[in-house]
């Protein structure tokens, strides 16, 4: 098993900045990617971000450009900096692990809340 521990949401102004941070602990050699996730109450949870082992990364493109996605050295930290944050960007944000492959067993961690207001 993989236990994820986000931390890092709020609430910010428009154009303000933030950064979230995922910790992994347990079974973490079982990772394959990792990616952030969020979701707008009566949507659907949407994808915005991911990254794999390699290192290779990829957007939605409705943060392309203004969040960035990356990990610590050992792998088990994920970060997510969010800048020019907009209202639009307010969700709740979910950590997730992928393990052992594309479409292996995925954990989550327990969402936090960004807001974004004047």
């Known amino acids: 098993q993989v236990r994820l521990v986000e931390s890092g949401g709020g609430s910010v102004q428009p154009g303000g900045s933030l950064q979230l941070s995922c910790r992994a602990s347990?079974?973490?050699?079982?990772?394959?990617?990792m990616a952030w996730y969020r979701q707008i109450p009566g949507k659907r949870r949407e994808r915005v971000a991911f990254?794999?082992?390699?290192?290779?990364?990829g957007y939605a493109e409705s943060v392309q450009g203004r969040f960035l996605i990356s990990k610590d050295s050992a792998g088990d930290t994920m970060y997510f900096q969010m800048d020019n944050l907009q209202p639009g960007d307010t969700a709740t944000y979910y950590c997730?692990?992928?393990?052992?492959?594309?479409?292996?067993?995925?954990?989550w961690g327990q969402g936090i809340q960004v807001t974004v207001s004047e």
């Open positions: 997730c692990a992928v393990l052992e492959n594309m479409a292996g067993p995925t954990s």
């Open positions: 347990g079974d973490t050699w079982r990772i394959y990617y």
């Open positions: 990254i794999m082992n390699s290192g290779n990364t």
